[in-house]
Structure formats: C-alpha cells, structure tokens
C-alpha cells in the first residue's frame, strides 16, 4: 500500500522559514517524479516544484529563489524548504508521487501571516 504523509506546516509570520516533508511508504522516490501542490481556498491547486527522477528541479515562477525542493533516497522522503514566506503562500501543500500510477498525499497547511 502506498502512503504519502505531509508534514512541517503551521502558522509563520512573513519573512519566515519553514521545511515540508513528505514521508513514503510502498515506493521508491528515486523510481518517482515528486512534486509539491499548493491549493488556497476558492484557487485551483497548482504546481510549486518538481523533482524529476534524474534529479531535475523546476519551480513555479513565484516561488523560485525563495523554495527548493530536495530528496532523500534512503529515507524515502520529498522536502520543500521554504524562505522568505509571503501572505500569499498561504495553502494547504501537497505531495504528488507519479510514474505510472500518481498517489497524492493529504495536505499540511502554512498559514503566512502577522
């Protein structure tokens, strides 16, 4: 059975720093395209970054410089470190797993505010 479990959201003041990790169970995340969703209320989910099995990155143009997502193969686990945190990035974020199959996890919340 295949698990994606989010975590490392809260609530932090803009300018601040947080790190999301997406723990797995039942895949290997170097045979798996991972990428980090973010959906904020009444917007659609949409892409923030994206790790290829190679190792390539791409980041949505909002976030670059400021997010990096990373893997660890041994650990089986996505991070996505977040600096310099706007209101606006404020959503419940996602981890996507696809190859084949696509397995989503259940979200962890950043709440950006003062």
């Known amino acids: 059975q295949v698990q994606l479990v989010e975590s490392g959201g809260g609530l932090v003041q803009p300018g601040g720093s947080l790190r999301l990790l997406c723990a797995t169970s039942?895949?290997?995340?170097?045979?798996?395209?991972m990428g980090w969703y973010r959906q904020a209320p009444g917007k659609q989910r949409e892409l923030v970054a994206h790790?290829?099995?190679?190792?390539?990155?791409n980041y949505a143009d909002s976030v670059k410089g400021r997010f990096t997502i990373s893997r660890d193969n041994a650990k089986n686990t996505v991070y996505l470190q977040m600096n310099s945190l706007e209101p606006e990035d404020t959503a419940v974020y996602y981890c996507?797993?696809?190859?084949?199959?696509?397995?989503w996890g259940q979200g962890t919340q950043v709440t950006v505010s003062s």
């Open positions: 790790i290829t099995i190679g190792g390539s990155t």
């Open positions: 039942g895949i290997r995340v170097s045979n798996y395209a």
């Open positions: 996507k797993a696809t190859l084949i199959s696509v397995y």
